[in-house]
């Protein structure tokens, strides 16, 4: 099965491209936030884009080239950088987006079954209830693949890879109140066949070609040497891009970049929900019981608290005495 909390991972940037649906900053997200420009119909043209962008959004704080084909962009305000990557002044010319990892994650739901319908119209749900729960965006079904005459057959599988909104994953989801429990999804590190690097793909890689067989700056079909050793880990020994250790490490790494991220969104979605609100209660507060029967407690007992209110006998309004007239005297 392909993805999985065992599978591999990428760092979440190139694969932006095999994935038209446009990814925006949900509300309540916080700043600064990023967009990515990379070339599509044209080179990037930095002082073009910085005048376009200067001059049509007051957010933007700082522009970047990263390198010969990535464009960093820096936006104070969530609005801007949302209408930023829809934009066709841009858009048609250039790719442009949010960084995936940074407004969604994705989970991995299994159950006999279920389906995409069923699971759209879900929501992630988290343990504390204190926290609203995220709404799915996206739902694809994922495959197992197995072999069959020597060939690699895939087949559906009773799996479904889930995006939630937000980098905060959720630990279930709800249908018909029953509970199915959300696991984190890890897709596979990108490995380039131009260059053989891990982190980015062929499309986006401005590195000099590197033959797989001698590890020379040619391509790799001019090449008539064996090869002999692994590339990524210069390790000599052939193996499997996935036994290579190298590998293997980014995977984890990576995977544990996920959680962390997932944890901090937690935290601070948990903080938001459970911040006291301000009151503002203009009237002063009532003495309890306990410190009503401490005050007289103490001027009973206390011969410099003659003067208390609460050593003082009741005052009562005198009454007003009884008059009777004389009886008169007869005559």
Not at 184 to 203: D, E, I, R, S, Y
Request: a positive charge.
């Amino acid at each position: 099965m392909s993805g999985g909390e065992g599978g591999m991972e990428s760092d979440g940037e190139d694969d932006e491209a095999s994935n038209v649906r446009t990814k925006i900053y949900p509300n309540g997200s916080t700043g600064p936030f990023i967009v990515f420009f990379r070339p599509k119909l044209k080179p990037l043209n930095l002082i073009s884009i910085t005048r376009d962008l200067t001059r049509k959004f007051s957010g933007v704080s700082e522009i970047k080239r990263v390198h010969a084909n990535k464009i960093r962009v820096v936006v104070n305000n969530i609005s801007h950088a949302n209408e930023i990557v829809t934009c066709e002044l841009f858009t048609l010319e250039y790719r442009v987006y949010i960084p995936s990892r940074i407004v969604e994650c994705d989970g991995v739901v299994t159950e006999e079954g279920l389906t995409l319908d069923e699971l759209y119209e879900c929501r992630g749900y988290f343990r504390n209830p204190a926290v609203n729960p995220v709404k799915i965006i996206e739902v694809k079904q994922l495959f197992s693949s197995s072999t069959q005459d020597g060939k690699t057959v895939y087949s559906p599988s009773n799996s479904f890879r889930v995006t939630f909104e937000g980098s905060a994953l959720p630990k279930y989801i709800e249908i018909d109140k029953a509970r199915l429990p959300v696991r984190l999804f890890v897709p596979k590190v990108m490995n380039c066949q131009k260059c053989k690097q891990l982190g980015h793909t062929t499309a986006y890689c401005c590195n000099k070609a590197r033959c797989i067989k001698c590890g020379e700056e040619h391509d790799d079909s001019s090449c008539t040497q064996a090869a002999t050793k692994c590339l990524y880990c210069d390790e000599d020994a052939l193996h499997k891009l996935s036994d290579c250790p190298t590998y293997k490490q980014r995977q984890e790494k990576l995977k544990l970049s996920l959680k962390q991220r997932s944890n901090r969104t937690f935290a601070e979605m948990l903080k938001q929900a459970t911040e006291p609100l301000n009151s503002g209660n203009i009237y002063n507060i009532l003495p309890s019981d306990e410190t009503v029967a401490d005050s007289i407690n103490a001027g009973a007992s206390t011969s410099g608290t003659a003067n208390s209110p609460w050593n003082q006998p009741p005052r009562f309004p005198p009454i007003a005495k009884a008059h009777t007239s004389d009886p008169q005297t007869k005559s």
